[in-house]
């Protein structure tokens, strides 16, 4: 971003800065959808009749594109606002994270011809690394002897909790994340691209086992 005049600043394939934003001759291959180490760790963990299972997925290496960025950082539409944005150009001088607010599509440097001004840059490309307990049960088995009825030869009782926390550094609703493509541009972007993805829901359950 120029500090002086709050357009953003691209930069072409040979690494020269411009105002100008090139959307067929510009393209190069920005981050990667693929993470390049997945792991996961189950393990039960029990103590008399008490058990405690855990649940834990990592990933490390991929990059997420924010494509419903492009549409809330920088033009004015119909579209709500997100708080980043607050982080943008106001006057000469700002060092600012986001470009001056327009309402003019061709403001920064676009060729309404070119599908303009919902342009794809390496601004809206976050790091995906997350570890996640994504489910935590605690179940405790009833002794026989407090079992009060003769036909039930078992009870266990259990809570669990799916997607409880998540420690990560993207900045979005969710780093794991797969959408729905729209054409086949995003086709290609599709297993790990954000456009308004609705976050995976955090649930709780209790559950009653019973034998007979």
Request: glycine residues 8%.
């Amino acid at each position: 971003m120029d500090s002086e005049t709050g357009k953003p600043v691209f930069l072409d394939l040979d690494g020269n800065e411009t105002f100008d934003y090139d959307f067929k001759n510009g393209r190069a291959y920005v981050g990667d959808g693929l993470p390049d180490v997945i792991m996961g760790l189950n393990n039960t963990f029990t103590y008399k009749n008490w058990d405690l299972t855990a649940l834990i997925n990592v990933s490390l290496g991929a990059q997420i594109f924010d494509s419903s960025g492009k549409r809330q950082m920088g033009l004015m539409t119909d579209w709500n606002m997100r708080t980043d944005i607050l982080d943008r150009w106001t006057q000469p001088g700002d060092n600012a994270m986001y470009p001056q607010l327009t309402f003019d599509e061709t403001k920064y440097g676009f060729d309404p011809g070119d599908n303009a001004p919902w342009f794809n840059t390496s601004l809206y490309v976050y790091d995906a690394d997350y570890a996640r307990l994504k489910r935590l049960v605690l179940g405790y088995n009833v002794p026989a002897f407090k079992i009060r009825n003769k036909n039930i030869t078992g009870m266990r009782v259990a809570f669990s909790a799916t997607n409880v926390f998540t420690v990560t550094n993207f900045p979005g609703l969710d780093p794991e994340i797969v959408r729905d493509f729209e054409n086949p541009q995003d086709r290609n972007l599709s297993g790990n691209i954000t456009y308004l993805t609705p976050p995976q829901e955090r649930s709780y359950s209790v559950q009653i086992n019973l034998t007979f």
